[in-house]
């Protein structure tokens, strides 16, 4: 519900006092972009940017005695930091010709607001608020936030060709708030998605996350496949792709999207929900009784998990944990406490317990006349929590023995110490060993021998 801020407008100490200082010193400064927007949202800002008349030496000199940071002066951008809080104060600009479809060739400065607001992406985006003038509202954004609608400044198609990355941007805005796209934005999105080749892998790779992170990620893969797939041209095979399964109402793609919104907004959750079965496509084939099957599509999924969040260069840790849930979505333990043990051991209880999520989601996407599982996945997660409680050995740390006990026992150092370490948590964590130093031992000496 889109609140009224004329009169008051939340606002942190800190930026407060940076709005007052230029406005004192004859210079007009307002509140722009993200925090009017979520302020109408009803929700706090979690930065403040300033938009101002002074150019950047006359920010310097307004906050003389201040630590002030150099943060991009050619664009007019310097950083007021007060109370260990940054403040970003930007002159008023008009972008020039952007020659590579990211970057403007150069900006100009100005002292006029509506040239300012005139060069940003979107309307929600581009409102301002000045505590005696209220809020500046010149291309109906509070409107369109009221509407729940994602509509550019001005013509889109010129929006976009400045600027690729404002078509994952409006992707973004769209799931985060749950909103829609315009129609005329959107044809403008996918006349000009092709440009995203421009766009760097890192920057890709950030708002596929915030994409995911929103409320209605389901309906923007979906409907938006064909511009995710400039990006990521592994996703388009999935769309109307009919899996022939009475276990699967719905194709590869709009099952996908469901999983994708079934799963808790957590980023490796919300990833590997979206690989997940990329690889069905490729590896789907049709009994004689027309009923589909799609053997080995996890192994492939994880593979092309790997493929693309190399090339989007998702850090180490994060695509390692994803392509794990994508590896063992379909991993079945049969509510049996030896297989849960098992599992959670080879995969951390961690990881584990984040797999039962996905699992869940996955069958939530399925026919709702094969959702027996959930009952099984209930029973998992009981032991599961179960065995946490009671302080189950599941890890090496946990292991009553170290290397330095079973030196001692008479095995030589090397691999080998490991690779008994190995034995001794896994029968242990599956409860087939007792988890006390002298029992451990014990199986060590009665199980070792030396070639």
């Not at 927007?37 to 906050?63: M, V, W």
């Not at 999520?357 to 997660?381: C, M, N, S, W």
């Not at 029968?427 to 007792?434: I, Q």
Request: hydrophobic share 40%; proline share 4%.
């Amino acid at each position: 519900m889109v609140q009224k801020i004329n009169d008051m407008m939340p606002i942190s100490p800190q930026a407060e006092k940076v709005l007052r200082t230029l406005n004192e010193a004859g210079y007009r400064a307002y509140l722009v972009g993200g925090c009017v927007r979520d302020a109408l949202l009803g929700t706090e800002p979690k930065d403040y940017d300033i938009t101002t008349s002074a150019l950047p030496e006359e920010t310097k000199q307004a906050f003389t005695g201040f630590h002030v940071v150099d943060t991009g002066l050619k664009h007019g951008t310097v950083t007021v930091v007060l109370d260990h809080t940054p403040i970003e104060v930007t002159t008023f600009r008009a972008d020039q010709e952007y020659l590579d479809h990211r970057h403007p060739s150069s900006v100009v400065f100005t002292r006029s607001l509506e040239e300012d607001l005139a060069r940003r992406d979107l309307t929600i985006n581009a409102m301002a608020w000045h505590p005696g003038e209220g809020l500046i509202d010149l291309f109906g954004g509070e409107s369109d936030l009221s509407s729940g609608i994602i509509r550019c400044v001005g013509d889109p198609d010129e929006r976009f060709r400045e600027d690729a990355l404002r078509i994952l941007r409006a992707l973004r805005f769209a799931s985060r708030l749950d909103f829609r796209i315009e129609p005329e934005t959107e044809a403008a999105l996918l006349r000009n998605a092709g440009l995203l080749e421009a766009i760097s892998a890192e920057r890709i790779a950030s708002e596929l996350n915030g994409i995911l992170l929103g409320r209605g990620p389901g309906e923007i893969l979906v409907r938006y496949v064909e511009v995710l797939g400039i990006p990521i041209p592994e996703l388009l095979p999935m769309k109307d792709f009919e899996q022939h399964n009475p276990h699967h109402h719905l194709d590869v793609l709009r099952h996908t999207a469901a999983v994708v919104d079934a799963v808790p907004a957590e980023k490796d959750l919300r990833l590997a929900a979206l690989f997940h079965d990329i690889g069905k496509p490729s590896c789907f084939t049709q009994d004689e009784n027309g009923t589909g099957h799609f053997y080995g599509h996890a192994k492939i999924s994880r593979n092309i998990t790997t493929k693309v969040m190399r090339r989007l260069k998702y850090d180490n840790a994060t695509r390692e944990q994803v392509e794990k849930l994508v590896m063992y979505h379909d991993l079945d333990t049969e509510g049996r406490e030896v297989l849960i043990r098992r599992w959670m051991r080879r995969l951390s209880p961690e990881l584990f317990a984040r797999l039962l999520f996905l699992k869940r989601a996955d069958i939530l996407g399925q026919h709702p006349d094969y959702r027996d599982g959930l009952k099984v996945l209930d029973e998992t997660r009981n032991i599961m929590e179960r065995l946490l409680a009671d302080h189950v050995c599941l890890t090496m740390q946990d292991l009553a023995v170290t290397g330095a006990d079973l030196i001692a026992a008479g095995v030589p150092r090397g691999p080998i110490v490991g690779i008994l370490l190995d034995k001794l948590l896994d029968r242990v964590a599956e409860g087939r060993l007792e988890n006390r130093k002298d029992t451990l031992i014990d199986w060590v000496k009665e199980n070792y021998h030396e070639d």
